[in-house]
């Protein structure tokens, strides 16, 4: 079992959560993080004056899938947040030692 913790666009996360849905990933969580890399800070207008923002605000997800579902996962993120500019995020997958289901004490796969 893998562990997918994928960071992207804001903009981007309604095509995502659609192709995801579309090869049947019911289920993951969404976070709200901040990030620095290559993009470096955005430049914000407010009220005719010009901010740099420190970072930049992206979504994370965190989806538990089986060995076998992890590549077709990935490239479904990859293929529907790339927007081809910098700052598109990043994708790690991750090994799980194990997962319970609290409320029925399920394990393994059958706890996603």
Known sequence: MKKIEAIIRLSRF???R???????????TVQDV????LQ??????????????D???RL??????????VEQI?????????TGEIGDGKIVVLDVQQVMRIRTSETGINAI
């Open 14 to 16: 309604d095509q995502i």
């Open 18 to 28: 659609d192709a995801l849905a579309d090869i049947g990933v019911n289920f993951f």
């Open 55 to 57: 970072y930049i605000p």
């Open 74 to 82: 990935v490239q479904t993120i990859a293929e529907a947040g790339r």
């Open 60 to 69: 994370q997800l965190d989806i538990l899938a089986d060995n076998d579902k």
């Open 40 to 53: 470096k800070a955005e430049k914000l207008v407010y009220r005719g004056s010009t901010y740099d923002a």
């Open 34 to 37: 901040k990030g620095y890399g």
